[in-house]
């Protein structure tokens, strides 16, 4: 296992337990005291994890509330960002949409369009499009992540790489000037991110908020994207960056 590997595995089982001791992650990652410290200064030093007498947790910004709470928090904005994105879906398509809390109000906003095949992860979602009009709603799946409410694992992965959606869609968990798009959880990056390369159109859904949350794992870098779905205009560096990457990015208007 590689130093980046390892590191990523740390913050993956952080995720999980929300804090370990040192030494169990030494035994969990079959490595020295010497080196797990050494990695856990790493990611202290780049304010990933916090570092306590013995042990080590994640700081508050990279605890991640429960999906649940996800959908409501900046409700107004994910609402007004889902109509936006419906308008991009056309009769006939083939869509794929991901499990994020975004996500889930694009689905609830789907109405007009005719004839589409909906793929999904999440259960929240195939729950709200499955029977609408003429559709068809393709659920990939496998072992179920009780926090996600949708499938992440390798099976899940093996089917979705199956379709070559027109659209695929995509929510996010912070937007970085410097690394591009990041998620907290390992398995909810690796599963969007196997998603890239099959995909007509990539686009990613996020309200302002996320521009300036701390993210731990690289889902996508810009230049896998084509458009951003937001509620606020990016400033500073990562409007640059978006700009550079070529990422085309569209403003949904929201309620005053």
Known sequence: MTTAERLIEVMNILRLEQSCSVNELANRLNVTMETIRRDIRNLERDGNVIKLHGSVRLPDVLLEPSYK?????NATQKQAIGLCAADLVQDGMTVFIDC?????????????ARGLQVVTNSLDITNEVLGRQDWRCVFVGGQMNTDYRAALDQEAINQARRFVPDLLFMSISALDAERGFLDLNLQ??????????????K??????????????ILTADFQDIDMLVCDQMPQGELADALNHAGVEIMVAPTKA
Do not use: P
């Open 69 to 73: 709470k996800r959908i409501n928090m």
């Open 188 to 201: 909810e990056a690796d599963f969007k991110r196997s998603l890239l390369g099959n995909a007509r159109k």
């Open 203 to 216: 686009i990613v859904l996020a309200d302002a908020s996320k521009f300036s949350k701390a993210g731990a």
């Open 100 to 112: 994020g809390s975004t996500s889930y109000w694009l689905a609830r906003a789907l109405k007009k």
